[in-house]
Nanobody, 120 residues
């Protein structure tokens, strides 16, 4: 069984920073998985914020480019999201996802989410 556990969320003021972490456990070789951070604000659809491939290629949503940085440490079965210059519109539940692009429905795991709240 595969588990993804996020941590690092919390309440921060406008302009502040947070670092989210996601650690995988169980029967998963994280090194061959793409990893992504998604978020879902109240009343909105879940959206992809940032992703990193097994080869280290990254992608960012336009809304977070230049402010967020995704990184991975395969040895620690971990992926992180450094969030700087936070804005109230970044407030959401943030989810970690591990998936394999070759079969994203078969190899697809989600964490339980961590709340990020940015006050103005």
């Amino acid at each position: 069984q595969v588990q993804l556990v996020e941590s690092g969320g919390g309440l921060v003021q406008f302009g502040g920073s947070l670092r989210l972490s996601c650690v995988a456990s169980g029967s998963i070789n994280i090194a061959i998985y793409s990893m992504g951070w998604y978020r879902q604000a109240p009343g909105k659809q879940r959206e992809l914020v940032a992703s990193i491939t097994s080869g280290g290629n990254t992608w960012y949503a336009d809304s977070v480019k230049g402010r967020f940085t995704i990184s991975r440490d395969n040895a620690k079965y971990a992926v992180s999201l450094q969030m700087n210059s936070l804005k109230p519109e970044d407030t959401a539940v943030y989810y970690c996802r591990a998936f394999r692009p070759i079969s994203p429905t078969l190899y697809n795991y989600w964490g339980q989410g961590t709340q990020v709240t940015v006050s103005s």
